[in-house]
């Protein structure tokens, strides 16, 4: 639900990054007639889905039979290659036009201003659009990876996130309590009971999910919101999308 809302939020044309986890499943709900140019930190523009196919990883035998079969320099770009992932690690295909390139030139991208979007997952984001989202304090990582600079690059921020922990806490928070990776950054939040924009006077829910009042939603929220005159119902999975 949190994928379908972000992808309906997008426009033709646009050039976007998308993080791990829920932001990798955007690319599966993109309307129907609208070009979205997906970027990968790995090198590449023009992702498309997620390719279909859960019985490649029933075993490790399965995927190694796979990757052989996909690895020739041919049209794999159009069924998928051993080298064609997302930043779940996910394998996918180009879409037409398509192009790959090395690291330098994707970073560059990423922070030279040049996304219209990035779509990032939260740990934590506060009242200021502050960002926590690269590392749990105490739990080992291999690093923040380009989520600084995707934060700090991208011309509008969407964080993708469930809009409370593990343990019932709300994940939008007053204050962020844990490492940033990126400050005032963040434009919108999308959960699955709410889209939020941040604004100067504040959090502002633009949407709600049709399962929760406003009373609700704000028990559930450390931050205080505010309701927007003109706010929506939230696209539910069961919606068409056009």
Known sequence: MIAKNIAAMLHDGDFVNLGIGIPTMVGNYIPKGISVLLHGENGCIGQDKELNTPEL???RESVMSWMSAHREETDTWRTGHKDLNNAG???ITLIPGGCCFDS???FAMARGGHLDAAVLGG???DMEGNLANWIVPGKMINGMGGAMDLASGAKKVIVAMEHCDK???SKIRKKCTMPLTAVGCVDVIVTELCIVEVRKEGLVVTAISPYITKEELQEKTEAPLYFADDMKMMLTLE???V
Do not use: H, M
């Open 123 to 125: 740990l934590q984001v």
């Open 57 to 59: 990883f029933d075993t």
């Open 239 to 241: 919606e068409r999308q």
């Open 167 to 169: 343990k019932g806490v």
């Open 89 to 91: 690690d996910n394998f």
């Open 104 to 106: 330098s030139i994707s």
